[in-house]
Structure formats: structure tokens, C-alpha cells
């Protein structure tokens, strides 16, 4: 199901995916405390929120992923009102593809909708056709379908950059990230470093945001 090896936090900030691990740990400074892997990125496509928010969610997602599809549907657009309108949360997508080749392809196609400024509405209707078990069929000719109905303006750029090898070397670059931290599931989410792993209940990600904010002096 969903796994995440080697990844840990301080004593201070407990997981909610539970055990502890020693202070060298992957996913851990030297000093035991939890990585900055944030990336800050004015004007990328791929994030949400402020650059300076108190708080950054990466989350490592697969679009094939039922689970990752749980998480747009259910969990995000509230995690979005309460926390990214407010400044207080900025949410960075890393893509992990793991279901094949399709997931690589849909990785791409999400980041050429980035291209024009259409990545998260490619991400939600990718999501609101994903089904709550199993993997979502994403050709090429459905990945073209789907972002004519998230509103990408010119298909014909869009066909083009699937085969974009910078964007595509985009997304090795985040799976070898989650590869370093020992993230092999989907999704996986670290929120200031603290993981938390699978679709889990709002109230988690509450609790760890809040948490966090209020470490930062904003709670």
C-alpha cells in the first residue's frame, strides 16, 4: 500500500505515521532535526501559496494514484480555504510516478499544462476522474482530452511539450528527491519536514499545520 522508508523527524515533532528512527536518519539533518526541502520558487506552476508562507506541505504524488486521488478531492480544496488564502501554507507538488509509464507521462503532461499556467486545473481534473481503487487508464489521447477540459489554451504547445525532455527531466528530478528521502508510496507529504503518509484525515494535516504555526510564532 503506502510506504515511506527512512524518513523522520525530531523527538520534538512526533509523526503521524508513527516509530521513530535514529537522528541519522534519511530525511534528517545530522543533528537529527528534519530537512528543509522546500524550494520557494517564485512563479512556479506546480505550487500553491505564498513564497514566504510559515508553512510548506511538499506532497509526492502519482496521478495514477487512488489515493493521491482522495487527497485532491477530499482533503486539498479545504487545506487550500483555511490555510493557503490565509498565507499561511504554501503547497509544493513533487511528481513520484510508480504505477509505469503512464504515471511518468502524466507527470509531463501535468507540468506542459504548467507551461500555461493550467497545472492545478490539469491536476483537478485528473483527479475528479480517479477512481477509488485501481489506476486510471492516461493515454496520450486522454491526457490531451483532459487538459482541453482544464482549459490549456493551446493543445497543439501542449502535445509538443510531451515530449519536452527539460520537463521531463523535471519530474526524474523530483522522483529522485523522494528516492533520497526512501519514498516509495504514494502520497507522501511533508509539512515542514514532519511527514505524513496516505490519504490521511483532514484532522491530521490540521493538526500538524497548526502545529507548525504555531512553532513558527503564527498560531
Known amino acids: 500500500m503506502i510506504l515511506l522508508i527512512g524518513i523522520a523527524t525530531s523527538q520534538k515533532r512526533p509523526s503521524q505515521g508513527g516509530g521513530s528512527a535514529p537522528a541519522a536518519a534519511p530525511g534528517q539533518s545530522e543533528a537529527g532535526e528534519p530537512l528543509d526541502l522546500s524550494r520557494r520558487t517564485a512563479d512556479d506552476p506546480t505550487a500553491l501559496g505564498r513564497v514566504d508562507a510559515p508553512v510548506v506541505m511538499i506532497e509526492y504524488a502519482d496521478y495514477r494514484c487512488p489515493f493521491c486521488g482522495l487527497f485532491s478531492r477530499d482533503t486539498l480544496p479545504t487545506l487550500v480555504d483555511k490555510y493557503v488564502e490565509s498565507g499561511d501554507l504554501r503547497i509544493e507538488w513533487r511528481d513520484l510516478p510508480v504505477f509505469g509509464e503512464q504515471s511518468f507521462s502524466a507527470a509531463v503532461a501535468g507540468r506542459a499544462a504548467g507551461e500555461q499556467s493550467k497545472f492545478w486545473e490539469f491536476n483537478k481534473a485528473v483527479f475528479a476522474e480517479a477512481p477509488e481503487r485501481g489506476h486510471i487508464d492516461l493515454t496520450e489521447e486522454r491526457l490531451i482530452q ?3 477540459a482544464a482549459g490549456v ?3 497543439e504547445k501542449f502535445k509538443t511539450d510531451l515530449d519536452s525532455e527539460e520537463l521531463s527531466a523535471a ?7 523522494a528516492a533520497s528521502l526512501g519514498a516509495t508510496g504514494t502520497p507522501t507529504f511533508l509539512v515542514n519536514g514532519v511527514p505524513l503518509i496516505g490519504a490521511q484525515p483532514l484532522a491530521a494535516f490540521e493538526q500538524v499545520i497548526d502545529g507548525e504555526l ?6
Open 146 to 148: 483532459l487538459a482541453e
Open 153 to 155: 489554451p493551446d493543445l
Open 171 to 177: 519530474v526524474e528530478k523530483d522522483a529522485q528527491e
Open 214 to 219: 504555531e512553532r513558527a510564532g503564527q498560531g
